[in-house]
């Protein structure tokens, strides 16, 4: 039964089995719900998770909020009461387990050979007198001073440990509500890795509800511009909504949350699933134009016939690197590489099925202008001169782009990975001002918990723990560094006068140092060491702060905390949520790593399969390998960091690039048949197939433009890396392989004898095997 057949015979069921499955797959859309949380991108086991959840049986969960306060004196008393107001508050509140601020931690001092234990700001100060006074006493209090306090008294914070359980949404409600009943001049700034949950979903929901309707607007002017009639606009549009309702309605069905980057899905769907509807309407405009005569079922069945195998192979290709994804480290890039190859194989059956079903029942329409000789747009032009400078400048045209490669391939070697997740914001974003704030008047952003066990009033230990403070003090990224062993020297400051043996020094017995903690606990709270040590101090933990600009800072600060551990017997674990970020960008690393070897290996041996002959999947390499090493350059030279979502970028600019070579080695196959010239068949295949692969780069590009209006800065980023990907890989397609076609004169796109029928190409190409 040949194609024409087939479509007339079943044309009803082409059309409803595929409306069918789609409005089926909407259905699951009203169960989906948005995952914010970055540590849940990785496996379980991994040990950086593992350390961090036994720590949390231990001493509880903790993931603090720090709310900054800006001032040009944080002790006027205004401020202060805010604070003070805000602090009881949030003390009441059953949603928050710890809340610690200047009237919750402690000064420790020694009066007449006492120790008192009292508020940082027992009583807020009406005078000029107190203020000074009380500024003094913070700067000697290493428990406050630039811990809740910045040393230029600008800044002040509140910390708040929510309750395990509590939605990132719920918590910020009430601390946005808090802020309105207490309000005051100062700038309020918010850090912590739920706010960014918070943020990113805030974010992720308008972007789903502003950036699918954009994308498909801009869409459907880009397909009216190119073709110029409402079935080149309506039909490959209707093919991308239906691939974006099946490929998100998947995401609940098979269990997936909507990451961070499930955004990406609709946009890819948008950007790629038109890509062969539109090489069908380009094929029907030429036939069309050339031949007015044939009717509307003759040409759409000499479409599919022509189309068939190289949509086909195209669309495999497509979904091989996308699928390279798949064995990305990382759950949502999976997940994104499983249901977005599903999405485009939809969209391939659509466009050789849905489409041509439908355009059978359609009136022919007016042949397109530009066939008939009388027109020429822009790409046309573009089209004509890439044919000339690819004949006759070939050389020219091959050092250009090897110039391109060295110049853009030494930038690879300044490519570095993120590790800082605030930079998924736009620089103007409260996140990256509060982040600014912690790591130039707070210490950092990054926490690195040291566990020890054993008995912790040990001489030796606390000595060890000291030890391990006061050498992390000295590298230049550590701001802060806080244990029991702190606690006990500023205790011993306080019992002891200056010059005494014991004066800041941890005690030789450990009699003294439980007596140490007895004394405290006489005129303070025991529970105030609640986070730094166990109820039967067995266990304690010493926190290193610091900042990290990149994670060269991150693998230096843990290197020295693990040259430290290892000449420990008292140190079990490490544990961070930053050392959760450095297991992420290792995944990013090996993730794109895995999926760039896949990706391009198994497109090399499709290719090889289809043209039968290596040479094919060695050329058709060539633009893939000339554009990744050109997009991995141009991030090392302008300083863009390799992320969470331009990891991604390999594998789906892999997939989509390749296609116009298939489809431009297709046509040079059938041009070279009919007995033309290597240069003619160039020509004649950048003038003709060269206008539906334009119009298919161009469409991606316009696809993933709408990326620019997201809220997130790494989408950002990926839309202009992906950008600049597709329009490499058209430059290669339509001028680079053309040059290289004409120095080398491949074998496998010449074939002995000639063939003049237009339509029977693929069957001829069948039957000679050895082509």
């Not at 509060?434 to 001489?459: Q, R, Y």
Request: with cysteine; net charge neutral.
């Amino acid at each position: 039964m040949d194609i024409k057949t087939l479509l007339i015979r079943y044309r009803r069921w082409f059309i409803i089995i595929p409306l069918a499955i789609t409005v089926l797959m909407l259905l699951p859309l009203t169960k989906a719900r948005i995952n914010p949380d970055l540590m849940e991108y990785l496996p379980n086991d991994i040990e950086a998770k593992v350390n961090i959840d036994r720590l949390e049986k231990t001493f509880g969960f903790y993931e603090p909020i720090a709310i900054f306060f800006k001032a040009d004196d944080i002790l006027n008393q205004a401020t202060l009461e805010r604070i003070k107001n805000l602090t009881n508050e949030f003390k009441n509140m059953e949603e928050f387990k710890d809340v610690i601020s200047l009237f919750e931690t402690k000064y420790i001092r020694g009066e007449d050979g006492y120790m008192l234990v009292d508020p940082v700001v027992k009583r807020i100060p009406k005078s000029e007198n107190q203020r000074e006074k009380l500024r003094s006493e913070i700067v000697e209090n290493p428990l406050a001073y630039k811990l809740l306090v910045s040393d230029d008294f600008n800044y002040s914070l509140i910390i708040l440990n929510p309750i395990k359980g509590e939605s990132d949404s719920h918590i910020f409600n009430i601390i946005s509500q808090k802020m309105e009943e207490f309000p005051g001049e100062e700038k309020v700034y918010i850090n912590g890795l739920s706010y960014l949950r918070n943020e990113i979903q805030v974010i992720g929901i308008r972007d789903l509800a502003i950036l699918i309707p954009l994308g498909l607007i801009v869409m459907l002017i880009f397909l009216y511009i190119s073709f110029r009639e409402r079935r080149g606009v309506l039909l490959p549009f209707t093919v991308v909504a239906m691939s974006i309702a099946l490929a998100m309605g998947l995401m609940p069905l098979l269990g997936y949350d909507l990451s961070l980057i499930a955004v990406l899905v609709p946009i890819m769907m948008i950007a790629i699933a038109n890509n062969y509807g539109v090489h069908i309407m380009a094929r029907y405009q030429e036939i069309n134009g050339i031949n007015p005569d044939k009717s509307m079922k003759d040409i759409v069945s000499e479409v599919v016939s022509l189309l068939t195998k190289p949509i086909i192979l195209t669309g495999l290709t497509t979904i091989i690197g996308v699928m390279g994804l798949i064995v990305h480290i990382m759950l949502p890039a999976k997940q994104m590489g499983i249901v977005s190859s599903v999405g485009i194989a939809f969209a391939l059956a659509l466009s050789l099925l849905f489409i041509p079903a439908i355009m059978m029942g359609m009136k022919k329409g007016k042949p397109m202008p530009i066939y008939k000789g009388e027109k020429h747009g822009l790409v046309d032009r573009f089209l004509k001169w890439g044919g000339t400078v690819s004949t006759k400048y070939s050389i020219t045209v091959i050092y250009i782009f090897i110039s391109l490669i060295i110049i853009a391939g030494i930038g690879i070697f300044r490519l570095q990975v993120s590790v800082n997740m605030e930079n998924m914001m736009p620089a103007s974003h409260p996140l990256q001002i509060s982040t600014d704030i912690a790591n130039t008047k707070f210490g950092g952003t990054k926490n690195i918990s040291v566990l020890f066990e054993g008995d912790i009033k040990d001489p030796e230990l606390m000595k060890t723990m000291d030890r391990f403070e006061t050498e992390l003090k000295s590298l230049p990224q550590v701001g802060n560094v806080t244990s029991l062993s702190s606690v006990i020297r500023i205790i011993s400051r306080s019992l002891n006068d200056p010059g005494d043996e014991l004066y800041d020094k941890i005690p030789n017995e450990r009699e003294a140092i439980a007596q140490y903690i007895e004394f405290y606990s006489m005129s303070g709270d025991p529970d105030d060491f609640e986070q730094l040590v166990d109820f039967d101090y067995s266990k304690a933990i010493l926190n290193v702060q610091f900042r990290a600009d990149d994670i060269d800072d991150l693998k230096q600060v843990e290197s020295y905390i693990h040259s430290l551990v290892d000449a420990s017997p008292y140190v079990t674990l490490m544990a961070g949520q930053c050392l959760i970020e450095k297991e992420m960008a290792h995944s990013i690393v090996r993730g794109q790593i895995y999926s760039l070897i896949f990706a391009l290996v198994a497109i090399a041996i499709l290719l090889w399969i289809i043209f039968r002959a290596l040479s094919a999947g060695l050329m058709g390499s060539i633009p893939l390998l000339v554009t990744l090493v050109c997009n991995f350059g141009l991030m090392g030279w302008f300083g863009i960091k390799l992320d969470i979502a331009t990891s991604l970028l390999s594998s789906i600019a892999i997939g989509i690039g390749v296609d116009y070579t298939i489809h431009l080695f297709w046509r040079l196959k059938y041009e070279l048949n009919l007995g033309n010239s290597f240069s003619t068949a160039i020509i004649n295949t950048l003038t003709t197939t060269g206008r539906g692969i334009a119009i298919n780069g161009f469409s991606v590009i316009v696809g993933f433009s709408v990326l620019f209006l997201s809220g997130l800065m790494i989408l950002k980023t990926f839309a202009f890396l992906i950008i600049f990907s597709i329009l490499l890989c058209l430059m290669c397609a339509l001028i680079l392989v053309p040059s290289i076609v004409m120095k080398v004169k491949p074998k496998f796109l010449e074939k002995n004898g000639k063939q003049v029928a237009f339509s029977n190409i693929l069957q001829d190409y069948s039957q000679n095997k050895t082509a």
